[in-house]
């Protein structure tokens, strides 16, 4: 299952709502998370089974979607959420696929 | 507090071999599927290996198929990556991970291992 994302990065301000998409080659039902990775750090868990909110995550992220076509949302953009971010398909075990990434900077 | 400490990397020639661990703390490590993920410098995240909770199930991308395995002692809470036949490809910084009960995610990852392959 390979899997894609729009855009590969934009720009936004503090304060934005931002809205990344995540497009499976085939449907994976809800098996679908998002991570966010700062430079030098691991990925950080966003989101699981596509609208599954990570304990203390804050609620500004949300996430949304079935089959192949899957999007996260950041209703409003903080300092902190420049980053970038990445889906990940879990349905079919394994391999459990990433996607290419988003690169959120600040316009 | 559920940690994931990788240790082992480091300086490798083409060719060579080179085992990561990963030690794992603060869960019960024998009920969890475990993960390699490796990110080459600049890019993106490349899913490597995953292994079953006992071990009796594994799984390598193509890319390492054969060169690579990937093993697990619930005994001493360790995961372990057996990398052989290094190439200049393989260079990246390895992560372990934790797969989520009911493929809910990685919920946790170390802080990753760099594994550099050069002559």
């Known amino acids: 299952i390979q899997l894609t994302q729009s855009p590969s990065s934009l720009s936004a301000s503090v304060g934005d709502r931002v809205t990344i998409t995540c497009r499976a080659s085939q449907g994976i039902s809800s098996y679908l998370a998002w991570y966010q990775q700062k430079p030098g750090k691991a990925p950080k868990l966003l989101i699981y089974?596509?609208?599954t909110l990570q304990s203390g995550v804050p609620s500004r992220f949300s996430g949304s979607g079935s089959g192949t076509d899957f999007t996260l949302t950041i209703s409003s953009l903080q300092p902190e959420d420049f980053a970038t971010y990445y889906c990940?398909?879990?349905?079919?075990?394994?391999?459990?696929?990433f996607g290419p990434g988003t690169k959120v900077d600040i316009k | 507090e559920v940690q994931l400490v990788e240790s082992g990397g480091g300086l490798v020639q083409p060719g060579g071999s080179l085992r990561l661990s990963c030690a794992a703390s603060?869960?019960?490590?024998?009920?969890?599927?475990m993960h390699w993920v490796r990110q080459a410098p600049g890019k993106g995240l490349e899913y490597v290996s995953a292994i079953s909770s006992n071990g009796g199930s594994t799984y390598y991308a193509n890319s390492v198929k054969g060169r690579f395995t990937i093993s697990r002692d619930n005994s001493k809470n360790t995961l372990y990556l057996q990398m052989g036949s290094l190439r200049a490809e393989d260079m990246a910084v390895y992560y372990c991970?934790?797969?989520?009960?009911?493929?809910?995610?990685?919920?946790?990852w170390g802080q990753g291992t760099l594994v550099t392959v050069s002559s």
């Open positions: 603060g869960f019960t490590f024998s009920s969890y599927a």
């Open positions: 089974a596509a609208s």
């Open positions: 991970a934790r797969e989520g009960i009911g493929s809910s995610g990685f919920d946790y």
């Open positions: 990940q398909q879990l349905n079919s075990y394994p391999p459990f696929t």
